[in-house]
């Protein structure tokens, strides 16, 4: 359940919003039961429990955010080369000899269209498998039509292409990895628990007539 709503991050929002404005709702509800917010020692602990968690959870989100703001980096770099390593293989392609030339280029067609599949498919969904299988199967048939070339044209340039190539079906396993190293679910459970008890504490701090808004 946690990994389809950090899947679906809008669903997550709107799960989220409502669940702790419920948990509000408890908080006020439970301070009117027992008047916890007419005592002043008891909302002066109140107040100091909200504060302390108000504090840890700013710092567990400038934490998270610090762990995300790389992986975002990282999968954009990754991007950029493999886009760079497939335009280079596809020059180098034309120094190959006939038939394999426009086999490979035309395969190669087919795979820039399966990494933009693969780049909009949303994660966790049947689409990002499928985009996935069709990614290796081309792999596999430009890596035959390398070997067929490097039979038929031991070469330096057939060399050149083989290692671009190369580089290419590394670089798209790297983007799969980055994508997979994802922030921990222990990091979001903490950070909903925190926010729990922080609206919690906040409601039952506060009194009715401040509004239920803010």
Same mark, same amino acid.
């Given at each position: 359940?946690?990994?389809? %709503? +950090? !899947?679906?991050?809008l669903l997550l929002a709107v799960c989220l919003f409502v669940f702790l404005m419920a948990v509000v709702e408890s908080g006020f509800r439970l301070a009117v039961l027992t008047g916890a917010n007419l005592d002043n020692d008891s909302r002066e602990q109140i107040a100091a429990s909200r504060d302390s968690l108000g504090i840890l959870l700013s710092f567990m989100l400038g934490f998270t955010l610090a762990m995300a703001l790389p992986r975002f980096d990282l999968r954009k770099h990754l991007v950029m080369e493999e886009a760079n390593a497939i335009g280079t293989t596809s020059l180098r392609a034309g120094l190959l000899p006939e038939p394999q030339r426009s086999q490979v280029r035309a395969l190669l067609l087919q795979y820039v269209q399966a990494r933009r599949a693969y780049s909009q498919a949303p994660p966790g969904e049947r689409e990002m498998t499928t985009t996935? !299988?069709?990614?290796?199967? +081309?792999?596999s048939s430009l890596w035959q039509k390398a070997e067929e070339a490097a039979r038929q044209s031991p070469t330096a340039m057939t060399a050149q292409f083989v290692t671009s190539l190369? !580089?290419?079906? !590394? %670089?798209?396993?790297?983007? +799969?990895?980055? %994508?997979?190293?994802r922030i921990p679910a222990t990091i979001w459970l903490m950070l909903v628990l925190i926010a729990l008890m922080t609206c919690f504490t906040l409601a039952t701090g506060s009194a009715r007539d401040s509004g239920w808004l803010p």
């Open positions: 359940m946690t990994t389809v %709503l +950090l !899947d679906h991050p996935i !299988d069709r990614t290796k199967a +081309l792999q190369n !580089d290419a079906i !590394d %670089l798209s396993e790297k983007r +799969l990895t980055a %994508l997979e190293n």
